[in-house]
């Protein structure tokens, strides 16, 4: 089965490439703590990232960190952010 980038995936890579900070995923991945395959792996849809994930990478992407009062669905935070 086939893993195509879901909505989440999509996002995380257009706002790694054409957000407010451009960055690689060498550099992304070092600033949030993860491998680069791992940020690969996010944007290709073949990982799904946890909520402690998305509150690393978050401040990188130009984002406010989600609130850790409340659960939160990964695939949607950035969309929700930015639409």
């Known amino acids: 089965m086939k893993n195509t980038p ?4 999509r996002k995380l890579r257009d706002l790694r490439l054409n ?5 690689t995923q060498v550099i992304l ?4 703590g993860v ?3 791992y940020i690969s792996q996010l944007e290709t ?11 690393k990478l978050s401040p990188h992407l130009g ?6 009062g ?3 669905k990964p695939r ?3 969309i929700y952010e930015y639409s």
């Open 6 to 9: 879901s909505e989440f995936s």
């Open 63 to 68: 984002m406010e960190k989600p609130t850790t």
């Open 70 to 72: 409340r659960r939160i």
């Open 29 to 32: 991945g070092r600033l949030a």
């Open 76 to 78: 949607n935070v950035l």
């Open 35 to 37: 491998t680069p395959s």
């Open 45 to 55: 849809g073949k990982k799904n990232p946890t909520p402690k994930i998305i509150r």
């Open 19 to 23: 957000g407010k900070y451009k960055y």
